[in-house]
């Protein structure tokens, strides 16, 4: 039996942290729970992803990161408890009414009470703790008789949380979690509960129940979903989407056999389908069609799903529009195409006062601090070869073990790394950039590489199911890059680029809820000061912020474009640096040299920017003394060589072509057939 806390541990004075921790302790998987609003189901969890969770104990940090001191819940009171496997197989009886239960004791237990932790709702009702007997799997169903079970799948609120009428739940006194242990479920028990199962259709005795939070009845008619206050859809709808879309163009080959040679007809049918569905993500301030795409259910798949109906306008769709009748009004089960078309009513509160509207506030949950937050998807847009992925390996890596950037507090997390541009050269960086942290690739346990490219339309799924497989929430998506996944007919349209944005929102949806950087190529002739994706406006549209990426003084500034949700930064330098890995090597044993990003404060900057200096009046008097050299005669002269790699000791022409590159930015430098000259410019800097 578990060691109980002490009895003054838990009252309604006591912190939701101790709460959480308690039920933590007794092998509970507790989770955040929402707060009653008006028209809103409330008794569900508060994270999106919670299905993911039901499987296995979420980890200290997870847990303490929603209910530890500073935790995202720590001052909610609101909590609950995942049914199943992650709570050591625990389920619950929610008595709303009490005639089932009592005649259940009165035949099978003598009419006495089980021992066994029980308390009550802010409702009226009570809900008993039970653990469920090796071989037995609980269902989860709710019927019509004040009975609910929430077996594997289910959740069930847990004291001190607030009801809607005002009142808490509370722990039947003698029998509270910490007072008596859990009981086993008597053998009666279970077979009355498979009996409830399957006269209410909750997957059939012993079987898995659909996995839902808060009260519902499961039925077991296709087409049926759990839907809102306000009818609206909120389970079964890809099913619902699949069956509104086909109806709708086998409709539109009825009255016409000609195929369509664009996408209309598309808007109309998402109209209808958003105006009757409602998304999991609870945001006032977000659009409905954000939220929608988040989860993967939006204008994307709805996109998807609308293009591969239409391949088949001359074979299936033909076939069914001949058939006619209810056969082709039958769209969704019980529904007609034309009832689906009705706008349902919104009774939702549209107005609050000063003090509700503050009390939704949502703070930000920054990954990096003060720049990067959880939950938003960003482009890094520079041009080829400023060094968008070695920066990107080095943010993973800081995320990977948590490890501050240039005093910037850095969360620790799963990050998932889209290698599909270059896979081969992402190894080779990534050797060298955990070199950096004096680490080995095998110490960063929190990175997940994906080294091959393919349609994330369609891939976000496959890669959700891998990772609910390991139970890996992330904390930090970096996809490299955006044309190596890009789905469009043309990089430069704007509107092929902005549905590859909406595709790759999908990836915020992924368990965890991470942030999500895309590394991105400008057009050309690009405003080098404000860089955007190609696709401009469109694609930046769909996302939450631009960071791009400058070349400076011998350094690389990371900022961001005027498109950027959330606080500004002072913008954060960085410098390339070329080194080598005892374990990159060629085929014949030589050291291959390869790039890594190294943060740099404003003291080392102003010494790399006196060293380029110093640089480049060296080449300009080279060039001044005679300007037919070439440049590996320069980088002779100046004694410039390579350190490292199969070069080492020959002629760093390439830092002297850098350098000139420098000058002829500011205009001292000039190319004139075949070489390089100083401009009248640059002659009055070389003779000061």
């Known amino acids: 039996m578990e060691t109980a806390p002490p009895q003054h541990f838990l009252d309604n004075n006591s912190s939701p942290t101790k ?95 089980i021992e066994t932790p029980c308390y009550r709702t802010g409702g009226g009702g009570r809900q008993l703790l039970f653990r469920a007997p090796r071989g037995w799997i609980p269902p989860t169903c709710r019927t019509p008789m004040g009975v609910d079970i929430r077996g594997r799948g289910g959740f069930a609120m847990l004291p001190p949380s607030i009801h809607e009428s005002g009142k808490r739940y509370e722990w039947v006194e003698g029998k509270e979690l910490w007072a008596i242990p859990i009981a086993e479920a008597p053998e009666w028990l279970c ?10 259709a909750a997957g059939g005795p012993g079987g898995p129940a659909d996995a839902l939070a808060g009260p519902r009845v499961v039925t077991a008619a296709h087409g049926d979903s759990e839907r ?24 539109m080959r009825r009255a016409s056999p000609i195929k369509p040679c664009d996408l209309s007809g598309m808007g109309e049918a998402y109209s209808t389908y958003e105006q009757n569905v409602k998304s999991r993500i609870e945001d006032p301030t977000t659009p409905k069609s954000e939220l929608l795409e988040r989860e993967g259910r939006g204008m994307t798949l709805f996109r998807f799903k609308w293009e591969r109906a239409l391949e088949q306008w001359d074979g299936k769709v033909a076939e069914a529009a001949k058939k006619g009748g209810a056969e082709v009004g ?62 990107l390996l080095m943010l993973a890596a800081h995320v990977d073990q948590g490890a501050p950037i240039g005093g910037r507090k850095v969360k620790r997390g ?52 891998e990772l609910e497989v390991n139970g890996d929430e992330l904390a930090l998506v970096i996809v490299d890059t955006a044309a190596a996944y890009s789905e469009a007919a043309d990089e430069n349209a704007n509107v092929d680029q902005r549905r590859q944005a909406q595709i790759l929102r999908q990836l915020l949806s992924l368990p965890g809820g991470p942030a999500v950087i895309v590394a991105c190529h ?15 406006g469109a694609f930046i549209a769909e996302i939450d912020g631009n960071l791009c990426m400058r070349k400076g003084e011998g350094a690389l500034e990371f900022h961001h474009t005027p498109k950027f949700r959330g606080a500004d930064f002072p913008p954060m330098h960085f410098e390339l640096r070329t080194v080598t890995h005892e374990r990159l090597k060629d085929g014949d044993g030589n050291l291959i040299l390869t790039v890594v990003a190294h943060y740099i404060g404003d003291i080392e900057r102003e010494g790399i920017r006196q060293a380029t200096t110093q640089d480049e009046d060296l080449v300009l008097a080279e060039l001044r003394r005679d ?15 390579f350190k490292n790699g199969a070069a080492a000791g020959q002629p760093d022409q390439s830092k002297v072509k850098r350098t000139i590159a420098g000058l002829q930015h500011d205009g001292l430098v000039k190319r004139f057939r075949r070489r390089y000259t100083l401009t009248e410019k640059g002659l009055k800097e070389a003779r000061k």
Not at 446 to 452: D, E, K, Q, S, V
Not at 522 to 536: L, M, Q
Not at 627 to 640: C, F, K, P, T, Y
């Open 19 to 113: 709460w959480a921790a308690m039920y933590r302790d007794h092998g509970l998987q507790v989770v955040p729970a929402r707060m009653p609003a008006p028209d809103v189901a409330w008794k569900r969890p508060a994270l999106a992803n919670w299905k993911t969770l039901q499987h296995e104990r979420v980890p200290q940090s997870t847990f303490d990161r929603w209910f530890g001191s500073t935790g995202e819940y720590g001052s909610c009171p609101n909590m609950g408890v995942l049914t199943g496997p992650c709570s050591k197989d625990i389920f619950n009886v929610d008595l709303d009414k009490e005639d089932w239960w009592q005649q259940q004791l009165a035949i099978h237990n003598n009419g006495s009470e």
């Open 191 to 200: 077979r009355e509960i498979d009996k409830l199962a399957t006269a209410h």
């Open 228 to 251: 809102s206050a306000l009818g609206l859809r909120v389970d079964g709808r890809e099913d619902y989407m699949t069956r509104l879309i086909w109806g709708a163009i086998v409709d």
């Open 330 to 391: 039958r769209i969704v089960q019980g529904e007609n195409w034309q009832d689906v078309q009705k706008p349902v009513q919104d009774t939702r509160q549209w107005l609050y006062t000063s003090t509700a509207f503050v009390a939704e506030f949502v703070p930000p949950d920054y990954l990096i601090h003060g720049v990067i937050q959880k939950g938003y998807i960003y482009s890094l847009t520079a041009a080829t070869g400023t060094g968008k992925t070695a920066v």
């Open 414 to 465: 799963k990050v998932l790394y889209l290698a599909g541009e270059n896979p081969n050269d992402v190894r080779m960086r990534w050797f060298a950039q955990t070199q950096q942290l004096g680490l080995t690739p095998e110490d960063m346990s929190n990175t997940i590489f994906m080294p091959l490219v393919t349609a994330l339309s369609t891939g976000v799924e496959r890669i959700r199911q």
């Open 522 to 536: 400008p057009p050309k002739n690009h405003d080098p000061e404000n860089p955007e994706p190609r696709g401009g």
């Open 627 to 641: 300007d037919s050299q070439s440049l590996r005669n320069i980088a002779e002269v100046l004694g410039w060589r």
